[in-house]
């Protein structure tokens, strides 16, 4: 039992095969999210339910929604919806009652609804061929289908002003704060700039009407998505009652706290809600729905009935070895915006380092790290293989773990598995043997994103890290100089970082750029639910929380230590590093997995065709090109990080 009084339980019995009744669950994965692969939470959902007997429609709306902005349909839809607005502007002006915002708002649409929009159709249906053909690799092609991207994008966000909606990566803004309660209710009615109203309206609710499911899921992994998860719950219990909807995902559980505090979430958008890894939660729920099994018994849930509002406090983790592989079938997969299918694969929950102290990523877990022996992993890799035509994985654990690094990719090579895939990993004393990157490159590994957060010892050891620099550096070097594509994340103003120690941290990744194929630098902020802000006296922070932010996902923080960094000079040292510092990583393409099918297509880390300037760097070390690359504009992930995004894994909670 926790402190906090939930208990962790092995799991509910099953119900008996003839003693099953049979639902149709639909779910629905919500925009915002990267446009180039599946994400695992439906799939993961949907296996254990068809296991079970249901039958499941699972629909990724997110890359619907991308796929049908680029169409001649809705762009010509677009259009009218322009000159709906710009009429009643321009009677105003006439009337001379115009205010400032909608003369602002009268030049935007004006200039958007002059756009020939069947020129702009037919190139953004071609920059989709683009992204999903051999053009791909053409790289000045490709840069121009994103570049159409953009545009069609800018031309949309001209509609529902003043809101801006993106392609890449996930920085839309619709004008309301997702943290504030008030502002996510204002914003689910506002038909002006809810853009994901109209995708509600367009592509959920025909399919919720022809399906007629009894339960419909909606997973949230990311702020980014609450926005559009919350418009979609509204408008499906608005209009179908009858249906149970059902909520989960990392930021439904970073919420929990929260929710019993917002009732209207409750009686106004959905019924229920699981908390941490729903694949099972989630079949219970059903069960109960259908009769099979109380309620009260399902474990990871939070609902509402006619006698208020219920946790239940058992809590049930998912046993990895034991469950059955992610299920895409009925997922749109030639939609992606990618020439060759690229599937997500999880090996571990959970980080199996877990200690650092500026990190939340565990707070989507109840308890600590669980794997898939390596010979598993393998068996289900190929599995996956053969029956989705795919050699191209996205390993989605939160850092993979040396041992099973070393291990997979030992077995990749002796089973001649033919595959290239991409992970996280963490720097490690254990990987500093040539011979160890030799044969991951051997075994198909592109690209591997390292969270080296600083270059200052005293730092890391601050953060619970404890990675030497030497260690940094010589993984750095071997993993290029077995032909593999480095992408280094750090952070500045860490509390207790001085001014010279983040700048320790830039001079390192200059220094280091042969090697450093991309990067990227955030600054520190404070999430709710990490060890920093549970014990800020420790770290010498005083967390300020705000009134009216009750939906937070981090706070405002000021320094005891007058001497250290504070966030603005953070963020003030990040704008001055992508101003003076980063023309050597500028690059014309910014998704990883756009990257990563360029070196498993050239099989090199020298792309000096994907850079937007291309220099030369004296002093390359032996084995790797003096070419250099960009970082990586990843979309922000289940963590729920905003501002610059970081490369992050796929949850299924």
């Not at 840069?143 to 002003?161: D, K, P």
């Not at 204002?186 to 309206?201: G, K, M, P, W």
């Not at 749109?332 to 199996?352: D, H, N, Q, S, W």
Request: aromatic share 12%; charged share 20%; proline share 5%.
């Amino acid at each position: 039992m926790s402190s906090s009084g939930l208990v962790q339980i092995q799991g509910l019995a099953p119900i008996k095969q003839e003693d099953r009744k049979s639902s149709k669950v639909m779910l629905l994965f919500p925009p915002e999210w990267v446009p180039t692969a599946p994400y695992l939470a439906l799939p993961s959902l949907t296996a254990v339910l068809r296991e079970a007997g249901h039958r499941v429609v699972q629909r990724d709306i997110n890359i619907e929604m991308y796929d049908h902005f680029f169409t001649m349909e809705f762009l010509i839809w677009v259009k009218a919806r322009l000159g709906m607005q710009l009429k009643p502007l321009q009677d105003k002006e006439k009337a001379g009652t115009l205010t400032e915002q909608q003369a602002h708002q009268k030049s935007v649409v004006e200039q958007a609804y002059a756009v020939d929009v069947f020129d702009l159709a037919e190139r953004a249906e071609d920059a989709k061929l683009i992204v999903r053909g051999e053009r791909f690799y053409q790289a000045e092609k490709l840069e121009g289908a994103l570049n159409c991207f953009r545009e069609v994008m800018h031309y949309i966000s001209a509609a529902y002003y003043p809101a801006s909606i993106v392609f890449y990566p996930m920085e839309s803004n619709l004008g309301y704060r997702p943290g504030v309660s008030k502002e996510v209710f204002a914003c689910l009615d506002d038909e002006q700039v809810n853009v994901y109203r109209d995708i509600c309206n367009q592509l959920v609710m025909p399919a919720v009407a022809k399906e007629k499911p009894d339960v419909v899921g909606i997973s949230i992994g990311t702020q980014m998505q609450l926005l559009a998860g919350l418009t979609f719950c509204k408008m499906i219990k608005e209009t179908f009652p009858h249906i149970h909807v059902v909520v989960g995902g990392n930021v439904i559980t970073r919420l929990q706290e929260e929710l019993p505090n917002q009732e209207r979430f409750f009686t106004e958008l959905f019924d229920s809600a699981i908390l941490y890894e729903g694949e099972h939660a989630l079949l219970w729920l059903i069960e109960a729905l259908n009769g099979e099994r109380p309620i009260s018994s399902v474990p990871n849930l939070m609902y509402r009935d006619e006698s208020g509002l219920h946790r239940n406090l058992e809590v049930y983790t998912e046993k990895t070895t034991a469950l059955p592989l992610p299920d895409f079938e009925g997922l749109p997969l030639e939609k992606y915006f990618v020439p060759e299918l690229i599937i997500p694969y999880l090996a571990t929950r959970g980080c199996y380092w877990g200690r650092c102290t500026f990190c939340d990523h565990g707070q989507g877990y109840f308890d600590q790290y669980r794997g898939v022996p390596a010979q598993q992993v393998i068996e289900q890799i190929k599995t996956l293989r053969d029956k989705y035509h795919c050699t191209h994985f996205l390993f989605s654990d939160e850092s993979y773990p040396p041992a099973l690094f070393k291990k997979v990719s030992q077995l990749l090579v002796e089973q001649n598995v033919g595959i290239k895939w991409t992970t996280l990993i963490r720097f490690e004393e254990t990987l500093q043997d040539q011979e160890i990157w030799d044969l991951a490159a051997k075994a198909g590994c592109c690209t591997l994103y390292y969270g080296m957060e600083s270059a200052t010892e005293r730092v890391l050891n601050l953060m619970d890290k404890h990675a030497k620099k030497s260690v940094i550096q010589n993984n750095l070097h071997q993993a290029a100089k077995a032909g593999i594509w480095n992408h280094v994340m750090a952070f500045y103003g860490f509390p207790g970082e001085t001014r010279d120690e983040a700048l320790e941290t830039r001079q390192f990744v200059i220094d280091n750029q042969p090697v450093i194929h991309s990067v990227e630098l955030f600054y520190f902020v404070a999430y709710r639910h990490t060890p920093m802000v549970r014990n800020p006296e420790k770290f010498g922070i005083t967390i300020h929380k705000q009134e009216d932010y009750d939906l937070p996902l981090d706070y405002y923080y000021t320094l005891n230590d007058p001497s250290t960094i504070y966030c603005m000079d953070a963020m003030q040292l990040c704008e001055e590093f992508y101003k003076n510092d980063f023309q050597p990583w500028a690059v014309r393409v910014n998704s990883r997995e756009h990257v990563f099918l360029y070196i498993s297509k050239f099989g090199t880390n020298q792309l000096p065709q994907i850079y937007a300037q291309q220099t030369q760097v004296l002093g390359s070390p032996d084995g790797v090109s003096g070419l250099v690359t960009w970082p990586v504009a990843v979309s922000e992930g289940e963590d729920g990080k905003e501002g610059m995004s970081r490369v992050v894994s796929h949850s299924v909670s």
